[in-house]
């Protein structure tokens, strides 16, 4: 049972790099979410989606972007890395209708 | 807007001891869903419970019950004869329906089973 899996699992960036996180979900779930895990913060939600080819803003969105080119991926995209995006990445899908969110294992993404 | 309080941020217990984990929240909706999730040190996060805000019944897993209490907006959870695999970070959660099914997190309390 694969579930929602994230890719990479750990990644040291220098400040102005660029990177691609990667979540994939083989449950066939309408609804994508990428958050983020800071200390004394609980999760954030960055960016969502509920569905192919849909993206929406957050809670805070600023300095990232995604995709959703297919049902089952949505990638969170880094254009410029910034130390204050030095953060554990969770990615979760979910069907409609108030059900619980499926998370992956998180992604540890340090910013130097 | 919908906010989570978490008013303990740590907490510690003996092994088999029942402990209880507090959460309130604000809200204007009438149809939403509560959850309680569970961090341990591998960083998953799993789900604990889920209780609909419609159903006056507490939900129930094995060990673990809620006190759902809507006009207060209170939500704490219980966990029984409780275990060291107990540790973790526990996260109360909030969703509204039809809201896109974003869900607003608490802070968390840390637990600590002690043998």
């Known amino acids: 049972n694969a579930g929602v899996t994230q890719t990479p699992k750990f990644r040291v960036l220098k400040t102005g790099q660029s990177m691609t996180l990667l979540c994939a979900q083989d449950?066939?779930?309408?609804?994508m979410y990428w958050y983020r895990q800071d200390p004394g913060m609980g999760l954030r939600l960055i960016h969502y989606s509920v569905g192919e080819g849909t993206t929406a803003k957050g809670e805070v969105p600023d300095g990232y972007n995604v995709s959703r080119l297919k049902k089952q991926n949505f990638l969170l995209g880094l254009e410029s890395a910034a130390p204050s995006q030095t953060s554990v990445y969770f990615c979760?899908?979910?069907?409609?209708?108030?059900?619980?969110?499926?998370f992956g294992d998180g992604t540890r993404l340090s910013i130097l | 807007a919908q906010t989570v309080t978490q008013s303990q941020p740590e907490m510690s217990v003996q092994e088999a001891e029942t402990v209880t984990l507090s959460c309130t929240y604000d809200t204007s909706e009438n149809n939403y869903y509560l959850f309680w999730y569970k961090q341990p040190p591998s960083r998953q996060m799993i789900l604990v419970i889920r209780q609909e805000a419609y159903k006056q019944q507490n939900a129930t897993e094995n060990r673990f019950s809620v006190n759902f209490q809507k006009a207060a907006k209170s939500f704490s959870l219980k966990i029984s004869d409780s275990q060291l695999g107990d540790t973790a970070m526990y996260f109360c959660?909030?969703?509204?329906?039809?809201?896109?099914?974003?869900?607003?997190f608490g802070k968390g309390t840390r637990l600590h089973i002690l043998p």
């Open positions: 979760a899908s979910s069907p409609p209708g108030g059900f619980a969110q499926h």
């Open positions: 449950m066939n779930h309408e609804y």
């Open positions: 959660a909030f969703m509204t329906l039809n809201r896109d099914d974003k869900i607003i």
